[in-house]
């Protein structure tokens, strides 16, 4: 009985050992023959200096930045500070942005005569009649900064809080 036992052990566990996942299975190394006692000595390897490749001539792939839109032409992004300077003053009256964003402050003059707009901190920006100044500015701190266009009016700008009129 020990006999059949042994048998059905034997065939029971190469029956499982087929079963199971799906990977490929390793291979072990084959084993060396021996070495026969009659045998010549073999050769040793030498390195030997190999030539390193060379540039080619033809043409080097354009790299992301030298393409068109490539890496490097984004533009900072700003937030707009939108001003009317017209017969009522300047509207808004108040505008919100958030603290330290740059700002694009963009001024329509709607007066038949040219208006000079001040912004605390800023270089003054001279808007001919019927047209639309921009200036690019650093982020500002959060705090209420005038904006002063004379006679046209005054407004202020809140930094450091939600965006919006």
Known sequence: MPRRLLIALLAAA????GCGDDEEPTA????TPPAAATEAPTETATA???????ATD?????????QEGGAGDEQEARVPVEL???SGG?????????GFLALELVVRNELPVEVVVRLEGATPIAVAPGETARAKLEGRRPGRYAIDAGAAGKAVLVTGVEAGP
């Not at 030997?48 to 060379?54: E, I, K, Q, R």
């Open 48 to 54: 030997t200096a190999s030539p390193s490749p060379t």
């Open 84 to 86: 009317t300077v017209s």
């Open 90 to 98: 300047i509207t808004p009256r108040q505008v919100s942005v958030p």
């Open 58 to 66: 033809g043409p080097t792939p354009e790299s992301p930045e030298d």
């Open 28 to 31: 072990a190394p084959a084993p």
């Open 14 to 17: 190469a029956a499982l050992g």
